[in-house]
């Protein structure tokens, strides 16, 4: 059984659309809906900031991560520029979810679209240390592409 975290969420004035929901029992992210008071249409290439019309109160030792909707982006082609954004514990401002379309074709988005997922991760507090050298592992400093494409 997993942990619940209360998470207190506010409806901004003027915003339109459902609260964040999971969409089945088993999911990851609670889904965003765009709330906007008229159609965005993002040509190929393009971003925009779309505002999700909620702000919510993490909190401390919490951050939640804006993520792209996997059939969105197979369909059209749009994800997230900042992939996952990331919100701050502290922060109190509505959450907004930075569209692009890597797709061939214009994309428009409408009033309470699902647009990104929100998912909530307990943190933990680390303190860094500075040292003189790291210990050695089998992998070392092998960095992108080291272990070959097959």
């Known amino acids: ?3 619940r975290v209360r998470v207190p969420i506010v409806r901004l004035r003027g915003a339109s659309g459902s609260l ?3 969409m089945s029992a088993g999911s990851s992210g609670l889904d965003l809906e765009a709330s906007i008071a ?3 249409t993002l040509l190929p290439g393009a971003r925009v ?3 999700s019309g909620v702000a919510i109160a993490l909190p401390f030792g919490f951050e939640a991560q804006i993520r792209p909707r ?3 982006a197979l369909k059209s082609g749009i ?3 900042n992939s996952p954004g990331t919100i701050d514990a502290d922060y109190r401002g509505e959450v907004g979810v930075i569209l692009v379309n890597h797709g061939a074709a214009p994309v428009t988005i409408a009033r309470g679209d699902r647009i990104a997922q929100l998912v909530v991760q307990r943190l933990p507090d680390v303190e860094l240390e500075a ?3 790291l210990p050695e592992t089998a992998r070392g400093a092998g960095g992108f592409g080291h272990t070959g494409s097959r």
């Open 1 to 3: 059984m997993s942990e």
């Open 131 to 133: 040292v003189e050298e």
């Open 38 to 40: 008229e159609d965005v």
């Open 49 to 51: 900031l779309v505002p």
């Open 20 to 22: 964040p929901r999971y």
């Open 70 to 72: 996997s059939g969105l």
């Open 79 to 81: 994800t997230l520029l």
